[in-house]
């Protein structure tokens, strides 16, 4: 935790970075990260509320780490009126912490627990700096409390899945190895690169979730084997063969997916990378090493502990039938859906744009206070308090640096009078004076200009985040300036981490395109089979993406699930979820294609009966196992759904909805239909690209001679 930063969500090349870093080093306090309000029911003006805004101030002014003090107290009624609600009531500090984005969580959970609070008012401690470590201590609860919640589900799930007691083990083993293996790989990508808090929570979830998928299809297919026939080492040489092929291969495609996000300029989205390609790595390696080595030692014993037994005996039921995959509701399932493919092909495909048409209407922004509840955050409360009850709101205003400025007094003061009068403008602030409606009303401030040039502060009461936030942006930008400009504040940062992220997505989205598509060729050795499962994959996240606007961002659930609706996504988290997503939807395509590629191979390879029959057959023998894993993996995810913090709520319940839709809809009934319609084309490819195939493609190994029939358990 001590080694993870906050923050990230902006390139620092950007210019609202490069305008902050001005003003830190020769502004003092012009953007505060410290915000504390005041409240007293006599007013701010009274005895009290005056004497407790001393004691707290006083103790500011002593740290080392906090400068450019400023409070209505200080400032006097005048010119500290943006700084006292309309009702008189709360009063605010203004400071900025002097710490890097490593050290600002520390400093500020020091503050929160530290910072007076006389008898008689209420102090509350705000911004940014506060919110970070708040934040902080929230996301390493929710991520105690969801592995908490999920570790128990899972374990029942996979017992219902399995039966035996050490079977519904051995995944959860795995996924606890590779979370602990992921935390050590975490600790040391920290000492060369900068990583968010947040990917704390991805090691944690990610691992446990990937290293119960791939163990489950290890485990699935190594207890089938042994079912065959063949004795505990041939059936794990066959299950490595098999399963544990297609866990690489697996492990690859989402390993891919999510290094398309090393292309984006914010580490943000960068430590995401690092993790997520660390945890991937991780989790293939526990699966096909130490996995294979425990069914060895388990043997025959992995059945051991069957918890159907005592269930049947208690209830009288009957030893269960041992079904074929032919006989199974799977193969009937898939069979029933290739007779009616066409209809079935069409109104899925219509169920999954009729999801994801509200996707159309996203927008993106910066996260704020409002990501966290009010209940977990003072940080909050205050964002509340400046949102609410002030006439403008500190937090919203926007700091225009003309760096290395000489171009004298009067086009500084034309500048400043002319941002005044633009439309939303409350008032302007800078080494002239103070401006409002084209008119001087306040006198110099001597601080706003220095060898380093110059700045200009424009207070406003419109929400940065909103459109009105992006217009008055514009028209601010649109004023001449007498000198460069650079602009900072939550409007511009807002903008700049738009900016950020439009650029590289398309290269993002080719570069995991192409990956994908040259992956799945070597894997099938076929032109047709990448493409179908790109778009089907391109359908499955539109849907699970156009529910996340309306459920998030249009806020339909906002009540139930306990998050503000603002309006928009937290820019970032929708690009995270795309480049993960894509690869876990790879995962399930490759869990499928993997065995319906076995029963081509072993059919005549002739019509389009044999093409139907390999997918009825691949359905039937992964269509438990790759269901369980995406309820199994939901069930991880959805344990971030109790995250205090908004966008945690996204990533988790969104890439939980992704999973069910792509496991459920496109793998159960989509795919099968489309493989129908198209027939042995599945299967096509050039000549030459044949050729290659049979020179580098993946190929399938033969199974060994069963060494003796046993009977199925």
């Known amino acids: 935790m001590g080694h993870l930063k906050a923050g990230g969500y902006t390139s620092p090349d950007s210019e609202s970075a490069r305008a902050t870093t001005i003003v830190n080093d020769h502004f003092n306090g012009l953007q505060p990260n410290l915000i504390i309000a005041v409240t007293s029911g006599e007013g701010v003006d009274s005895t009290r509320a005056t004497g407790a805004a001393g004691t707290v101030a006083k103790w500011l002014d002593k740290r080392d780490d906090i400068d450019g003090i400023q409070s209505y107290w200080s400032l006097g009624a005048k010119a500290g009126a943006a700084l006292r609600s309309k009702d008189g009531d709360t009063g605010l500090i203004t400071a ?35 919110l970070t470590a708040e934040m902080n201590s929230v996301v390493a609860k929710d991520a105690t409390i969801g592995e908490a919640v999920a570790f128990p589900i899972t374990l029942i799930v996979l017992m219902i899945v399995f039966g035996s007691l050490v079977a519904a083990g051995l995944p959860l083993l795995i996924g606890a190895i590779s979370i602990v293996t992921t935390l050590a790989v975490l600790r040391l990508v920290t000492m060369f690169a900068d990583v968010n808090i947040y990917a704390l929570n991805m090691t944690t979830v990610l691992g446990l979730a990937l290293g119960i998928d791939y163990s489950l299809l290890m485990v699935s297919r190594y207890r089938e084997e042994l079912r065959a026939g063949l004795d505990a080492k041939d059936a794990v040489l ?36 690092y993790v997520g390609v660390a945890v991937v790595l991780v989790g293939v390696l526990t699966s096909v090493l130490v996995l294979p080595a425990a069914l060895i030692l388990l043997g025959d014993r992995v059945d051991k502990y069957d918890i159907r037994v005592p269930l049947r005996r208690w209830f009288r039921l009957k030893p269960p039938h041992q079904v074929g995959p032919e006989d199974s509701r799977w193969y009937r399932m898939v069979v029933a859906v290739t007779r009616r493919a066409a209809p079935i092909a069409v109104l899925t495909t219509a169920v999954l744009l009729l999801l994801g048409a509200p996707f159309l209407n996203s927008k993106w922004g910066y996260p704020d206070d409002r990501v966290i509840t009010a209940s977990a955050s003072e940080s909050r409360q205050v964002g509340d308090l400046l949102r609410k009850d002030f006439t403008e709101d500190a937090a919203a205003s926007t700091t225009i640096v003309l760096p290395d400025y000489d171009g004298g007094d009067g086009k500084l003061t034309s500048y400043a009078t002319e941002l005044s009068r633009v439309d939303g403008v409350l008032e302007v602030a800078g080494g002239t004076g103070v401006f409002a409606d084209g008119t001087q009303v306040g006198p110099a401030n001597a601080g706003l200009a220095n060898k380093a040039g110059a700045v200009v502060s424009v207070g406003t009461d419109v929400d940065p985040y909103a459109k009105e936030g992006k217009q008055l942006l514009e028209r601010l930008r649109a004023v001449d300036a007498p000198g460069e400009t650079l602009f900072a504040g939550a409007a511009a940062e807002n903008q700049d981490v738009i900016d950020a992220l439009a650029e590289p997505l398309p290269y993002a989205a080719g570069l995991i395109a192409l990956a994908m598509f040259v992956l799945l060729f070597l894997f099938t050795g076929s032109l047709v089979l990448p493409v179908k499962a790109l778009v089907m994959n391109t359908l499955s996240l539109a849907a699970a993406f156009g529910a996340m606007v309306w459920v998030f961002q249009e806020g339909h659930l906002s009540g139930v699930l306990g998050f503000t609706a603002t309006g928009y996504l937290v820019a970032n988290v929708p690009v995270l979820m795309f480049c993960l997503a894509f690869g876990l939807s790879m995962d399930y395509e490759v869990f499928l294609l993997s065995r319906i590629r076995e029963e081509w191979l072993a059919s005549g390879r002739t019509t389009t009966e044999d093409n139907t029959h390999a997918v009825a057959m691949g359905v039937a023998r992964t269509g438990r196992v790759f269901t369980a894993a995406a309820v199994l993996m939901a069930i991880v995810l959805t344990g971030m759904g109790v995250s205090k913090v908004s966008f945690m709520q996204l990533f988790g319940l969104g890439l939980a909805l992704t999973v069910l839709v792509d496991a459920v809809i496109v793998r159960c009934l989509l795919a099968p239909a489309m493989m129908r319609l198209m027939g042995r084309f599945n299967w096509w490819a050039p000549a030459p690209l044949r050729r290659l195939h049979a020179r580098i493609g993946l190929t399938e190994e033969e199974p060994p001679r069963a060494t003796g029939k046993k009977e199925p358990a």
């Open 96 to 130: 900025h912490i002097d710490a890097s984005e490593t050290e600002l969580p520390k400093v500020s959970d020091e503050l929160l627990a530290k910072a007076p609070r006389p008898d008689g008012v209420q102090v509350r401690v705000g911004g940014y700096g506060p």
């Open 238 to 273: 066959r299950t490595v063969q098999t399963a544990g092929r297609t866990v690489v291969f697996s492990g690859v495609t989402v390993a891919l997916a999510l290094a398309a996000l090393f292309v984006f300029p914010v580490f943000f989205l960068k430590s995401f990378a």
